[in-house]
């Protein structure tokens, strides 16, 4: 699979993890897919529920994913994958991501280091779950701009 | 009895690309066994190794989560719709491993093991969390002694003091053997022996702008403990800047007051007191004395507020503040809001680093005094010569009773500019009080009433126990 992002949608996405420093944020990736190729079409910023340990952990409840999932339905676009950032580490993937992870889905990481957001990779996981390989992001501008109704 | 069951997008694949199907079933547990029979490459995306349902896996019946109604039981009949949601999770590697409890920890933590909402994953978590504390004394002492049992990992002290003898009354970290030991020493000691699982980082300096950052930036919550305003100040916009929550604390005679100040979810404590008081207004507990149980009360909640914190439980005491009235045994809570207006946590921020915190409480603003104070030993060579001089006792009434110089005579500070009669203003007046701060204060009183030739004694009569009169008690 190969995830394909635009390129205001990957500095919203570095945005994102700079001004949720020192935590870790969090969204989905609304699109469709094409073939092998996941087109991201929206990005959905959600807030991080883990209030407790912000700095290092993220989570996105099934609420908060159900009313992601109904705005997107509207659009007609899927859940494609989710995007985080880890502040002051490297965009891979930890065990604990692995121990969490859905299959099919892109996970998007971006480090953020000393407030700045540095990589963006992505990652999927495996269907046996035994891990995660990283799969191409590629850039491109859309010439249809989507607009969610609400 | 056809239950339908909604797939979710990541899952399709594993059914055909289905996204709903028909399954037969009496429970969730039934229906969601007949799936994984049906579609076995799904078992491990939804059950753990140990059978259990995943915990980003959620189940709802017709809108309801299952762990709301009988969980995996929660019956279902025809025409009823399970549906898999997902919860979605990950973070660093640094938590990852939130760290193992050795079986000499389990042993120790059980009673807390058996807590369903500490558990040893919140166990874990407090070993894993780094905790500061400002100030190791009457505050600082209950929490110490209550974090490091509870088994916080880290805990981190800011003091620079000495024990004193008077600490002992309140300050129960320290003891008789520890009297003239660095407080943090002491503090090191007495916790090494409570529980030698806990990781002491002291910092022996004064907290000042300078170090303040550096210092918080390693914890993960802060307790404040310290009993001036500049430091509560430095501590709070410090906290503010670095996005820590602060729980604080303040002591004072019969009465203690706590809240959270946590600028991300409520009010800072300049929400609540944009200015300081001005100097002097409001006594420290040195000059205006202090119950002892009172801090070991305010300490535990600063204590338990850390630990929810950390556990991520229950209703802190966040946009709300506790007030304790030891005498009349109350508890009184006011509701905090955040101010828009807050200088260092509203929407236009004017503090935006740390600044000049004595400047800020006028610490340091008195006029000087050079020249207008006397020593103990001179003003004991002035007398023993014949010098005539008339010493005013500042003080209470009841530190008079504790303790006096021979002739002295009493005014308390707050009678002083009703009773300037019955000094007389061409005399030598020396004003004293417990440790030299009152009778300057005095001092100004005399010289703005047109008294020429006043002095105030340096030190105080604590001054004059240690240097003239050791038979004299101390307090």
């Given at each position: 699979m190969t995830l394909v992002l635009g390129p205001a949608q990957l500095a919203a996405i570095r945005q994102h993890g700079e001004a949720d420093y020192p935590h870790e944020a969090c969204g989905l990736l609304g699109g469709m897919l094409d073939g092998d190729r996941g087109v991201v079409v929206q990005l959905v910023p959600l807030a991080n529920q883990r209030t407790d340990a912000a700095r290092n952990r993220y989570l996105i409840d099934p609420e908060a994913f159900r009313r992601a999932q109904a705005r997107l339905d509207r659009d007609e676009l899927e859940v494609l994958g989710v995007y985080?950032?880890?502040?002051?580490?490297p965009p891979e993937p930890s065990a604990f991501d692995r121990e969490q992870a859905w299959p099919r889905l892109s996970y998007v990481i971006v480090g953020?280091?000393?407030?700045?957001?540095?990589?963006?990779?992505?990652?999927?996981?495996?269907d046996d779950r035994a891990g995660f390989a990283q799969e191409p992001i590629i850039l491109e501008e859309r010439k249809v701009a989507w607009q969610s109704p609400s | 009895m056809a239950?339908?069951?909604?797939?979710?997008?990541?899952?399709?694949?594993?059914?055909?690309?289905?996204?709903?199907?028909?399954?037969?079933?009496?429970?969730?547990?039934?229906?969601?066994?007949?799936l994984t029979i049906e579609h076995s490459g799904l078992r491990k995306h939804l059950f753990g190794d140990d059978?259990?349902?995943?915990?980003?896996?959620?189940?709802?019946?017709?809108?309801?989560?299952?762990?709301?109604?009988?969980?995996?039981?929660?019956?279902?009949?025809?025409?009823?719709?399970?549906?898999?949601?997902?919860?979605?999770?990950?973070?660093?590697?640094v938590a990852d491993a939130l760290p193992k409890l050795s079986h000499e920890e389990i042993l120790r933590y059980s009673r807390h093991l058996i807590l369903p909402d500490v558990?040893?994953?919140?166990?874990?978590?407090?070993?894993?969390?780094?905790?500061?504390?400002?100030?190791?004394?009457?505050?600082?002492?209950?929490?110490?002694?209550?974090?490091?049992?509870?088994?916080?990992?880290?805990?981190?002290?800011?003091d620079f003091d000495v024990v004193d003898k008077t600490n002992l009354q309140r300050q129960i970290l320290h003891g008789t053997q520890t009297v003239g030991?660095?407080?943090?020493?002491?503090?090191r000691r007495r916790i090494e022996d409570l529980n030698p699982n806990v990781q002491v980082e002291t910092f022996e300096t004064r907290l000042t702008s300078e170090n303040a950052l550096d210092i918080i930036r390693e914890f993960d919550v802060v307790a404040d403990g310290t009993d001036n305003f500049a430091t509560r100040y430095l501590v709070?916009?410090?906290?503010?800047?670095?996005?820590?929550?602060?729980?604080?604390?303040?002591?004072f005679r019969f009465e203690g007051q706590a809240s959270v100040f946590y600028a991300k979810e409520g009010p800072c404590y300049r929400c609540l007191y944009p200015e300081p008081p001005p100097p002097g207004l409001v006594p420290s507990c040195a000059e205006g004395g202090v119950l002892g149980v009172l801090p070991g009360i305010i300490g535990s909640i600063q204590a338990m507020e850390t630990i929810k914190l950390v556990l991520?439980?229950?209703?802190?005491?966040?946009?709300?503040?506790?007030?304790?009235?030891?005498l009349r045994l109350k508890f009184r809570e006011l509701k905090l809001e955040r101010d828009p207006d807050c200088p260092v946590c509203g929407r236009n921020p004017t503090v935006t680093s740390l600044i000049d915190y004595e400047a800020f409480c006028g610490v340091g603003a008195e006029p000087a005094y050079e020249g207008a104070e006397v020593t103990v030993l001179d003003l004991k060579e002035e007398l023993d010569a014949g010098k005539p001089i008339a010493i005013v006792d500042v003080r209470e009434p009841h530190e008079y009773e504790i303790a006096s110089i021979p002739g002295a005579r009493l005014i308390p500070l707050g009678e002083l500019p009703e009773r300037l009669r019955e000094l007389d203003d061409h005399a030598e007046i020396v004003t004293h009080c417990h440790h030299g701060a009152r009778s300057l204060k005095a001092l100004e009183i005399l010289r703005a009433a047109g008294f020429s030739k006043v002095r105030s004694l340096k030190g105080g009569i604590d001054a004059w126990a240690v240097n003239v009169d050791p038979e004299m008690p101390r307090y």
């Open positions: 985080h950032s880890h502040p002051d580490h953020v280091a000393r407030g700045r957001a540095g990589e963006v990779k992505s990652w999927r996981l495996s | 239950v339908t069951v909604l797939i979710p997008m990541p899952l399709r694949p594993f059914v055909g690309g289905k996204d709903a199907l028909e399954l037969d079933g009496g429970s969730v547990g039934e229906v969601l066994e007949q059978g259990r349902l995943r915990s980003f896996v959620n189940v709802y019946v017709n809108d309801r989560d299952i762990r709301q109604l009988a969980q995996q039981q929660t019956q279902v009949a025809a025409g009823d719709t399970v549906s898999i949601i997902p919860s979605i999770a990950g973070g660093t590697a558990g040893v994953e919140g166990q874990r978590k407090l070993k894993a969390a780094r905790v500061l504390l400002i100030g190791a004394g009457g505050l600082g002492s209950p929490a110490a002694l209550y974090l490091a049992a509870a088994g916080i990992g880290t805990l981190g002290m800011v030991v660095p407080k943090l020493e002491s503090a709070n916009d410090a906290c503010v800047l670095l996005g820590k929550p602060n729980v604080y604390g303040s002591i991520g439980r229950g209703e802190l005491l966040i946009g709300r503040l506790l007030l304790f009235d030891a």
